[in-house]
């Protein structure tokens, strides 16, 4: 059974990077590592089979649990002989991301997930850019995938779903590197089970901050269905790449690039969501 999937796994994860055209083993590559399951076996899979890659994690400070995190991180990536670049929300931000998330909203109405991911995303690609990485790869699995469809969905807002797929990122920039999800055919319990297989050494605790509310519900409700459709995951994937070409044709914005007039990001608006957050700091 270990063998079975593990083998499975792997195949998949092969798969996805050749039909997708994910990575090539000329891309230098960086993994945005979290301590968790998903980020660990894909930076252990892209080492295993020869991509020149290294990990990157944001300290974002969140007590315990990103200490214990952090930790994971660097214990693994000396196990493996990979290298570790550390960015440290108060050394690059001067305050940690729970400052900055009761700043916001102290202002405005937007939960923790939602500030996180912003900040997270715009450290990540700045970070990747900088170091002079090709391809910056996440930890994405097929069930974030179908929860992140599927809330759209619910949300009655088609035109989010346009930044999904195995490739992220819409705008083809030279300051954007693009995003690429190597696990987006591997289910959630696969890789629990592959990581500990492996005895990878990872945080299983979800984080402290994380918002499930509308996220849980989905999920939960996917996982009934799942009881009685076993393939429905992956025919609500399948069916979704059938449709991202024309989503993307119909919501992709036209016309020139923007900078964010702040920091000078890619961003689609003047100002880029991150400097947006920030404006309620000051
Ligand atoms: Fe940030 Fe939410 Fe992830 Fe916690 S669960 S690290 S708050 S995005
Ligand atoms: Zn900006």
């Known amino acids: 059974m270990e063998k079975e999937i593990i083998a499975s796994i792997e195949k998949k994860v092969k798969n996805t990077i050749k039909e ?15 301590g968790g399951k998903d980020s660990t076996t894909v930076l252990y899979l892209l080492k295993k089979f020869g991509y020149d890659v290294e990990a990157l994690i944001i300290d974002l400070l969140i007590g315990s649990w990103s200490e214990k995190s952090l930790a ?27 400052y900055i998330r009761s700043g916001v909203q102290s202002k405005v109405k ?8 912003v900040v997270k995303r715009w450290i990540l690609n ?53 995003r690429v999800k190597p696990l987006y055919f591997c289910s959630n319990d696969e890789i629990r089970a592959y990581s500990k297989i492996m005895k990878f050494p990872v945080v299983y605790k979800p984080c402290p901050c994380s918002v ?3 996220r849980g519900d989905v999920r939960e409700f996917v996982k009934k269905l799942e009881g009685k459709f076993p393939d429905i995951k992956k025919n609500i994937i399948d069916n979704f790449l059938e449709i991202l070409p024309e989503l ?10 923007i900078y964010c007039e702040i920091c000078k990001e890619p961003s689609r608006n003047k100002i880029c969501k991150m400097c947006e957050l920030m404006k309620h700091l000051s």
């Open 20 to 34: 997708y055209k994910l990575l090539n083993k000329k891309d230098k590559i960086v993994v945005a590592c979290s």
């Open 72 to 98: 994971k991180v660097e214990e693994f990536c000396k196990a493996q002989k990979i290298k570790l670049h550390t960015v440290n929300m108060r050394d690059s931000f001067g305050c940690s991301i729970c």
């Open 110 to 117: 937007l939960n923790n997930c939602a500030i996180c991911g």
């Open 126 to 178: 700045k970070k990747a850019r900088e170091f002079g990485f090709d391809k910056l790869v996440t930890g994405h699995n097929m069930d974030d995938e179908v929860e992140n469809v599927m809330m759209n969905q619910f949300k009655g807002n088609p035109s989010l779903c346009i930044s999904l797929g195995p490739k992220t990122g819409v705008i083809r920039d030279n300051k954007f590197v693009p």
């Open 212 to 214: 499930v509310a509308f």
């Open 248 to 257: 993307k044709k119909t919501f992709t914005s036209k016309g020139d690039l």
